[in-house]
């Protein structure tokens, strides 16, 4: 289930995304307004994590402003150290639909997490994910093609698992080190080549269509269409 995360603070983020993954979620992080909006806006998200004063001058209440005026249901967790009843009441009536204070435990964060992914009711159909004849099977974390299984190892289901939900979609090489390796930064190896190229080989080399596409100078794809 890929949440957003915007939130400026290192330390949290880590915490928070470290935290997620590991119950889990796919995390992905933005570190300014801007781009939490813009990736709020953009991408498919069963949840987002939103703190309050962001670098770039913007409150989160305003992103969720817009995304609530374009029609944008998604659910939205504010956690901000802005504690008070006046605050807190602010954030509720202005879109958020949970309001967390920091410091938090990171227990309450995931029942709330849950709390709200059952009312939304993304929880139930989430077991399973799909494209063209791949089947990824979320509660097993079994995979097959064509009815045959594949044999993933944990970091390539997660690579391939964080494709398929952006299926369609390019995924730069910068989405895959935050979100599947937890990294912040380039750490300049061709540890995703490898890891891709191993995927292909499993999900690609006996089956056709080819289903993973690279995007020259930008990432990658899954998808139907070449
Ligand atoms: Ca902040």
Same mark, same amino acid.
């Given at each position: 289930?890929?949440? !957003?995360?915007?939130? *400026?603070? @290192?330390?949290?983020?880590? =915490?928070?995304?470290?935290?997620?993954?590991?119950?889990?979620? #796919? @995390?992905?992080?933005?570190?300014?307004? /801007?781009?939490?909006?813009?990736?709020?806006?953009?991408?498919?998200?069963? !949840?987002?994590?939103?703190?309050? &004063?962001?670098?770039?001058?913007?409150? %989160?209440?305003?992103?969720?402003?817009?995304?609530?005026? #374009?029609? +944008?249901? /998604?659910?939205?967790?504010? !956690?901000?150290?802005?504690? /008070?009843?006046?605050?807190?009441?602010?954030?509720?009536?202005? %879109?958020?639909?949970?309001?967390?204070?920091?410091?938090?435990?990171?227990?309450?964060?995931?029942?709330?997490?849950?709390?709200?992914?059952?009312?939304?009711?993304?929880?139930?159909? @989430?077991?399973?994910?799909?494209?063209? *004849?791949?089947?990824?099977?979320?509660? #097993?974390?079994?995979?097959?093609?064509? %009815?045959?299984?594949?044999?993933? $190892?944990?970091?390539?289901?997660?690579?391939?698992?964080?494709?398929?939900?952006? $299926?369609?979609?390019?995924? /730069?090489?910068? &989405?895959?080190?935050?979100?599947?390796? *937890?990294?912040?930064?380039?750490? $300049?190896? +061709?540890?995703?080549?490898?890891?891709?190229?191993?995927?292909? +080989?499993?999900?690609?080399?006996?089956?056709?269509?080819?289903?993973?596409?690279?995007?020259?100078?930008?990432? =990658?794809?899954?998808?139907? *269409?070449?």
């Amino acid at each position: 289930m890929p949440i !957003l995360v915007i939130e *400026d603070e @290192a330390d949290v983020v880590r =915490y928070l995304c470290k935290g997620l993954r590991e119950s889990g979620y #796919t @995390a992905t992080w933005a570190a300014d307004g /801007t781009e939490g909006l813009h990736l709020a806006a953009t991408g498919n998200w069963d !949840l987002i994590i939103m703190d309050r &004063m962001l670098p770039d001058g913007v409150d %989160g209440l305003s992103i969720i402003r817009n995304l609530r005026k #374009t029609g +944008n249901r /998604t659910p939205v967790l504010i !956690l901000s150290a802005l504690a /008070t009843l006046d605050e807190r009441v602010r954030g509720l009536r202005e %879109g958020g639909d949970d309001y967390l204070t920091k410091p938090f435990a990171f227990a309450e964060l995931l029942a709330r997490i849950e709390v709200l992914l059952r009312r939304s009711g993304t929880r139930e159909d @989430a077991a399973e994910l799909c494209v063209a *004849d791949l089947r990824l099977d979320l509660r #097993t974390r079994r995979v097959e093609r064509a %009815g045959q299984d594949i044999s993933l $190892q944990p970091r390539e289901f997660r690579l391939l698992e964080f494709l398929v939900r952006h $299926q369609g979609q390019v995924v /730069t090489r910068t &989405m895959l080190l935050e979100s599947v390796w *937890d990294y912040h930064f380039d750490p $300049q190896t +061709n540890v995703i080549d490898v890891q891709i190229s191993r995927l292909r +080989n499993k999900i690609d080399r006996d089956f056709s269509p080819a289903l993973l596409h690279t995007v020259r100078g930008v990432g =990658y794809r899954i998808g139907f *269409d070449g």
